[in-house]
Every structure is written in C-alpha cells, then in structure tokens.
C-alpha cells in the first residue's frame, strides 16, 4: 500500500466524499481512507437530514458563510447525483406570545446572513399549514426554502461520483498515525500499511481531534455530543407537512418533528455529552423526545414507532464555529474538524473551501477535460409507475422478484447494489432500503444472507451487518 498521492482525505463522512468529488475534477492522484466497511457510517448516517437554510447560525462565523452557500449548493449536486432532495419549509414554533421577540430576531439574523423567505405567521396560517401542530402553539417563523435530503445516498453518490472520476476508495482501513520528518507528514499509517501523500486531509469527523493529534497537533479539540431520535412508520409519515422546530437555544436547534424523504416520520434529536463510540438510545432518552414532540403534536401514535438510533454532534466547545484550515503544526495537513450541524447542509461549500485552501498552499490544480459530472441512482421498483416496472422486469427478470415486502425491494436492486460496492446488510440497506421498512429487515434478513453470500462468493457465516465484527451467522451451515 506504499503509494505516493498527491491527496489523501481520511474520513468518508459527507464532508470527506464532498471533497474527494470536488478533487476528482483535477488531474490529481487521490485516495479516501475511511475505517469502516462503508462510507457514511459516522455522523453522517445518525441525523435529522435538514438542508438548513443558514438562518440560525452567528452571523459572521465560517458555518453561517458555508451553511448559506452550501444549501444553494444543494438542489443542484442532488440533481446531477440523482439523490432525493425536497423543499418543504420549516416552521419554528413559539408557545407564547413572548417569543414571537425571538422569532423576529432569528428573522432579522436569517436576513443578516442572506437568507430570504422567511415570514412570521400566526395562529390562523399556522393551522392552515399544519392542522395536527397542538392549539397552544402562538405563531412561527416560517423558512420556506428549507428542505429535506438523505444524506447516506448523498455520500454515496458522491463516492460513485468521485470513484467514477479516479478517486480511489480504501475502506475498512483505520489511520492509526503519522510518520513525522521536519514538520511534514512524510506518511501516513493505517493498520494495512502506509501511505505516501504530499497532502493530508483529516476529516474524520468526532476523531478529527485524535488524527491531528498523531501529527502533534492540539490546535482544537472535539466534544461528542449525543443526539437520540425515534422514527415511525410511514403510515403517519404526512402527520406533519414541514420540519417542525422548538425555539432554538444557545446551543441547539432542539427536538424536531419531521417527515423524511421516504415517507416516515422522526423525531429528535435531544442533547447528551457523552464518549466517541456511545451511540445507544436510552429509555430515558426516548421518553423525553417523545413527551416533547407530543407537547407539538399531541395525536403522535406511539404504537407507530418502527425504530431508534443515535448520532454524535463533532463540537468545538471553544470556537463554537467549525475548524476548517491548514494545521498551525505540521505543513501540509489541512484540518477539517468541529463539523456539527448544519455540516451536512454546509458540505457542498466546506469541500468549495478546502479547494481554496489547497490553491492558496500553491497546489496546482489543472481540471481534467474528461470530469463526468452525473451519475445515476439505482432504481427504486417502489417508486416507479406500472409502465417503468414492466419495462424493466422485461429487461431483467431480477426486478421481479420482491426481497423487502415492506419497501418493496426486489432481487435487481439488490444485485446492482452489490455490483456498486455494497457487501454488508446495512450497505445493502442504504443504497435500496431493504430492512429499513415497518419489520426492520426481520423478513429479509434471513433471505438477504444466502443472496449476498452467492453474489460476494463468500460463506454465509462472513457475511456481516456492518462489517468487522458483526457477523450474522454463527456455527455450521449447510452447503
Ligand atoms: C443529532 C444530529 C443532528 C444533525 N442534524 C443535521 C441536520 O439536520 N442538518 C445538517 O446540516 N447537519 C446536521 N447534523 C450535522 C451533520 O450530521 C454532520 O455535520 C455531518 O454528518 C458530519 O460529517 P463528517 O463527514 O464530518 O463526519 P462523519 O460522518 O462522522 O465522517 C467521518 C468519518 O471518518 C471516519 N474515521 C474516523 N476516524 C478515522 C480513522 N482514524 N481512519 C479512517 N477513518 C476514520 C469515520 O468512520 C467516519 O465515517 C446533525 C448532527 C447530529 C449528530
């Protein structure tokens, strides 16, 4: 593994497949290294799937400027990546007639930082818009181009995109140090070998404090902070119509009611300092999500509620901004740390950012002439009509045959999801949601595994969840 690269991104969260995209448009030699099976499995796969308009952060810092830039950035990168990308508006709600004060300076900061339509209705609008909202609410901001997304087909587009374009893709690959020579990095180690790279991109997320920290660099550090959510069944996926939003606090946008891209609904997320690999839901935790939502949407059906999950927050307590540039201690890292949230919305223009910080190192950047700039999702049989559904089962009898009965995945997807690097269930389930339906894959698990193991050529027994050691089968099989 001893090559020499011109780029190295270590991380493959959004922020770090954002950025080996936009590189691929340069004659550049890069590679991605990223510790799990898969890319998006950190932050990126555990959060409220916003594309924030940039209202909320402080006017002036680096996320409110990447914020407002990247969800510009958005429709357009959903569009040439065919990924889901919906403008459905966002609501912040006021319980009292106080707060309609704070509504109007979270407007006034919105304007600041370049955001337009946005309006503060009142009780009447409000209903109009959102009939189920619980009568005590007063009145809302209402952010009208706010939009949803689905930010792990997001990163794996990107990484399709960015493969397609020569990016290489070293997964399951953990960067475990730095060899030093006279305030350089000369190369990096993995647990599979080294790499030679003459830059350094350290966007790995909550650990981008500990890869800085192998280079001797303690210029910011990351305090995990956990975010608990509840997602239900898309039987009541239309309770709410917008993102429904609290009245923001110093240090969150609080707990959401949203519908997502598919059709269910979730909600949270809660607040929870807490360590690096802690992303358990407590009962604790769930009932206060939930009794808060209620609070909003009083006819919320518990009975409803299909799964729970957790994500980690990447702060800097003490810039309370993100940490976007070259490290102050070796030459020729570039730190991409303290990516919270709205990071997701800001990725576009973080990966924009990182292109300026490289051409203003001197690092010459020549675009190839032969950049492909689309790349097509996999068919989703679910959501095409009749005709499309005929017309491809007629090309291949794979679409057929129905694998998830609950989101309706067939063989086809499945196999073109292998063909497109997948090779763990949870990868299967990203790119075509088999298992991500009201069973939670109870009725294609066991189907899922002899498929995969056929199409990988591997024994049942090594085919994991999510790679490592999250082996689904123990014991003999039969062959
Ligand atoms: C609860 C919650 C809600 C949020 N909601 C929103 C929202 O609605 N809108 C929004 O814009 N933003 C939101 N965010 C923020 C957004 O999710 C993050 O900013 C974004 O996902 C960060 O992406 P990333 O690529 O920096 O990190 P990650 O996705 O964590 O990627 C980092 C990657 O680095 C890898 N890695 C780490 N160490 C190593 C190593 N040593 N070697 C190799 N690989 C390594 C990890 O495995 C991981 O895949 C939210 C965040 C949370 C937690």
């Known amino acids: 593994m001893d090559k020499e690269l011109d780029v190295v991104i270590i991380g493959g969260g959004i922020v770090g497949t954002a950025i080996?995209?936009?590189?691929?448009?340069?004659?550049?030699?890069?590679?991605?290294?990223?510790?799990?099976?898969?890319?998006?499995?950190?932050?990126?796969?555990?959060?409220?799937?916003?594309?924030h308009t940039g209202y909320d952060p402080k006017p002036g810092t680096l996320m409110a400027k990447l914020n407002v830039q990247g969800a510009r950035l958005f429709p357009s990168i959903c569009e040439e990546l065919d990924v889901p990308y919906k403008k459905l508006g966002s609501l912040v709600l006021t319980p009292n007639e106080e707060g309609f004060r704070e509504l109007e300076e979270l407007k006034e900061r919105g304007k600041i930082n370049g955001v337009t339509n946005l309006e503060i209705i009142t009780q009447e609008k409000l209903?109009?818009?959102?009939?189920?909202?619980?009568?005590?609410?007063?009145?809302?901001?209402?952010?009208?181009?706010?939009?949803?997304?689905?930010?792990?087909?997001?990163?794996?587009?990107?990484?399709?995109?960015?493969?397609?374009?020569?990016?290489?893709f070293i997964l399951d690959t953990t960067v475990t140090g730095f060899e030093l020579e006279d305030r350089k990095i000369k190369s990096i180690r993995t647990d599979k070998g080294f790499l030679k790279a003459n830059w350094i991109i350290n966007a790995a997320g909550v650990y981008s404090?500990?890869?800085?920290?192998?280079?001797?660099?303690?210029?910011?550090s990351i305090t995990p902070v956990k975010g608990e959510y509840a997602l239900f069944d898309k039987e009541i996926g239309n309770l709410v119509n917008h993102v429904i939003f609290p009245l923001p606090?110093?240090?969150?946008?609080g707990i959401l009611v949203l519908p997502t891209v598919d059709g269910n609904l979730l909600v949270g997320p809660n607040e929870h300092t807490t360590s690096k690999d802690d992303t358990n839901v407590t009962e604790e935790g769930l009932r206060g999500i939930i009794s808060f939502a209620k609070g909003e949407v009083p006819n919320l059906p518990l009975s409803m509620l299909?799964?729970?999950?957790?994500?980690?927050?990447?702060?800097?307590?003490?810039?309370?901004?993100?940490?976007?540039?070259?490290?102050?201690?070796?030459?020729?890292?570039?730190?991409?740390?303290?990516?919270?949230?709205?990071?997701?919305?800001?990725?576009?223009?973080?990966?924009?950012?990182?292109?300026?910080?490289l051409k203003d190192k001197g690092v010459e950047l020549v675009k190839k002439r032969d950049f492909i700039p689309e790349r097509k999702a996999i068919p989703r049989f679910a959501n095409l009509s009749w005709e499309e559904r005929t017309r491809l089962i007629a090309q291949d009898s794979?679409?057929?045959?129905i694998i998830c009965r609950c989101e309706h995945v067939t063989v086809g997807e499945i196999i073109e999801a292998v063909r497109r690097g997948a090779n763990t269930l949870d990868g299967i389930k990203f790119r075509t949601r088999a298992g991500s339906g009201r069973c939670q894959g109870g009725f294609c698990g066991p189907r899922l595994i002899p498929l995969l193991s056929q199409l990988l050529e591997v024994p049942p027994e090594e085919i994991t969840k999510k790679g490592k050691e999250s082996r689904l089968v123990i014991g003999e099989t039969k062959r």
């Open 20 to 51: 080996a995209r936009e590189l691929s448009r340069y004659q550049l030699r890069v590679a991605l290294v990223e510790k799990e099976a898969d890319v998006g499995w950190g932050t990126t796969k555990a959060n409220s799937a916003v594309v």
């Open 127 to 168: 209903f109009e818009l959102e009939p189920n909202l619980s009568r005590d609410i007063k009145g809302a901001l209402w952010i009208k181009d706010t939009a949803i997304t689905s930010p792990v087909e997001l990163t794996i587009a990107l990484r399709e995109n960015a493969e397609r374009n020569g990016v290489r």
């Open 209 to 220: 404090d500990d890869v800085a920290r192998f280079a001797g660099d303690e210029s910011f």
């Open 249 to 253: 606090t110093e240090t969150t946008k």
């Open 306 to 357: 299909i799964t729970v999950f957790a994500g980690l927050r990447a702060k800097e307590l003490n810039r309370k901004d993100f940490v976007i540039e070259p490290s102050p201690v070796v030459e020729n890292l570039i730190n991409v740390g303290g990516i919270q949230s709205p990071g997701l919305s800001s990725a576009p223009a973080i990966a924009l950012y990182v292109i300026e910080i």
């Open 398 to 401: 794979n679409y057929g045959e």
